[in-house]
């Protein structure tokens, strides 16, 4: 009876709304040891530890810790959506256009308009992705200084309700060189 107990209990805490922990560690040691301490704390419920050494490109000093990635680090995905937007935009006005002019007229329910759509929403993912992959996550800027100093931002992903005991635990680990933390609710 307690194993189904356990089981449910598993089951829930998976389907439960995830969060973020970001933690600022003095060096990489500390990362692994963060890490190391973490992986054995069963009740935690940690879905995913990866660690940013530096916001231009993924470092990758760490053996046991994974790098975080671009999406991650930068505001790539909301330069995505960004990008697609203007572009379906662009296209929709163009077309409109288009269909006002008298040579024009077929041209806003036709093929050539769903291929041009496409066209000009490729254009502008490409042209955002080149300013957004620039640009740190927002989430981040509060940490820029910390790593631009040589530390490691090591980010935590688990069930909301488990950040502030991952936070305790997490300084517990370190024995007080943890330098900066903060929780996050993960935006879906």
Same mark, same amino acid.
């Given at each position: *009876?307690?194993?189904?107990?356990?089981?449910?209990?598993?089951?829930?805490?998976?389907?439960?709304?995830?969060?973020?922990? *970001?933690?600022?560690?003095?060096?990489?040691?500390?990362?692994?040891?963060?890490?190391?301490?973490?992986?054995?704390?069963?009740?935690?419920?940690?879905?995913?530890?990866?660690?940013?050494?530096?916001?231009?490109?993924?470092?990758?000093?760490?053996?046991?810790?994974?790098?975080?990635?671009?999406?991650?680090?930068?505001?790539?995905?909301?330069?995505?959506?960004?990008?697609? &937007?203007?572009?379906?935009?662009?296209?929709?006005?163009?077309?409109?256009?288009?269909?006002?002019?008298?040579?024009?007229?077929?041209?806003?329910?036709?093929?050539?308009?769903?291929?041009?759509?496409?066209?000009? *929403?490729?254009?502008?993912?490409?042209?955002?992705?080149?300013?957004?992959?620039?640009?740190?996550?927002?989430?981040?800027?509060?940490?820029?200084?910390?790593?631009?100093?040589?530390?490691?931002?090591?980010?935590?992903?688990?069930?909301?309700?488990?950040l502030s005991y991952i936070r305790s635990?997490?300084?517990?680990?370190?024995?007080?060189? &943890?330098?900066?933390?903060?929780?996050?609710?993960?935006?879906?």
């Amino acid at each position: *009876m307690s194993t189904q107990k356990n089981t449910e209990y598993i089951n829930q805490s998976d389907k439960a709304p995830t969060g973020e922990l *970001m933690v600022v560690v003095p060096n990489d040691n500390a990362a692994e040891e963060l890490k190391a301490f973490l992986d054995n704390e069963d009740k935690a419920k940690i879905h995913d530890i990866s660690a940013v050494h530096s916001l231009e490109k993924a470092k990758g000093y760490t053996e046991n810790l994974d790098e975080a990635s671009v999406f991650e680090r930068t505001n790539l995905k909301m330069a995505i959506c960004r990008g697609a &937007l203007i572009g379906f935009c662009m296209a929709v006005l163009t077309s409109i256009f288009l269909s006002l002019q008298h040579e024009f007229s077929h041209v806003f329910f036709s093929s050539e308009t769903l291929l041009m759509v496409f066209l000009f *929403m490729v254009f502008g993912v490409w042209v955002s992705t080149l300013i957004g992959i620039s640009e740190p996550n927002k989430k981040l800027k509060r940490f820029v200084g910390h790593i631009d100093r040589g530390n490691v931002l090591v980010i935590i992903k688990a069930p909301r309700r488990m950040l502030s005991y991952i936070r305790s635990l997490s300084s517990y680990a370190l024995g007080g060189r &943890l330098i900066a933390s903060r929780a996050t609710p993960k935006s879906q």
